[in-house]
């Protein structure tokens, strides 16, 4: 099985850097994605690791270690619209799906 | 807007009865899956398609079917509805079915159950 965890909530101020944490365990590994997801809407794809190290897509970075089974998701210079929830997903081996964690609910304060 | 379309948007019905929710795919990709999104449980993955063939199955009850028609588009057909139905319904679809295919989902179904 699959199992991933991540914090419930996180606040951090407008302009700050803030760090979002997502811990897994699973039966063979493919691949890491990290979505966001305002309220109500669809998750929308924000970045994919499969090898260790840290892939840079503007204010977002996404970090990965296969070893230790840790990723997390560094957000830059935020900004009230970044106020979603981030969804931390694995996917296994094989044909496996992605299995997603509960989220982390981002509150961007003035 | 990412390509994937899902009717109806919202959905509201009686315990007992049966829904069928309508998903096109992007343009391109063969893969569909369904989840399920509720409050308190996060998305659970219901079903995945690929090409018209059933591929993975997660904790999909046995009141709920899908299927994956030639043109690809695909429905979720929810029987027997419950209260604890109510939720929002994502299609998602990718351009294959193996690692490293990135998923991109619809704007979802909400359905209430009363």
């Given amino acids: ?7 419930t909530e ?12 997502c811990t897994y365990q699973t039966s063979g590994f493919n691949g890491l994605f990290w979505y966001q997801q305002h309220a109500g809407e669809a998750p929308t794809f924000l970045s994919y690791n499969v090898l260790d190290g840290l892939e840079e897509k503007g204010r977002f970075s996404s970090f990965l270690s296969r ?8 957000l ?3 900004q009230m619209k970044d106020s979603a929830s981030y969804l931390c997903a694995v996917k296994g081996s094989g044909y496996s799906t992605l299995t997603f964690g509960k989220g982390t609910m981002l509150l961007v304060s003035p | 807007d990412s390509g994937v379309t899902q009717t109806p948007k919202h959905l509201i ?4 009865q049966r829904v069928t929710l309508r998903c096109s795919p992007r343009s391109g990709d063969l893969s569909v899956y369904w989840y399920q999104q509720s409050l308190d449980q996060g ?7 690929y090409n018209g063939e059933e591929r993975a199955k997660g904790n999909i009850l046995e009141r709920f079917s899908a299927q994956q028609f030639p043109d ?11 209260l604890g139905d109510s939720a929002l319904y994502f299609c998602a679809s990718s351009v294959g079915a193996g690692s490293g295919n990135t998923i991109y989902f619809g704007e979802g179904s909400w359905l209430t159950v009363v």
């Fill in chain 2, 72 to 82: 690809l588009h695909s429905e979720l057909n929810l029987s027997s509805l419950e």
């Fill in chain 2, 43 to 49: 998305l659970q993955f219901l079903i995945q398609y």
């Fill in chain 1, 67 to 74: 070893s230790k089974g840790y990723s997390y998701l560094l």
């Fill in chain 1, 76 to 78: 830059k210079e935020l």
């Fill in chain 1, 10 to 21: 996180m606040t951090a101020t407008e302009g700050a850097i803030v760090q979002i944490n």
């Fill in chain 2, 13 to 16: 019905t009686a315990t007992g």
């Fill in chain 1, 1 to 7: 099985g699959q199992n991933i965890d991540q914090p």
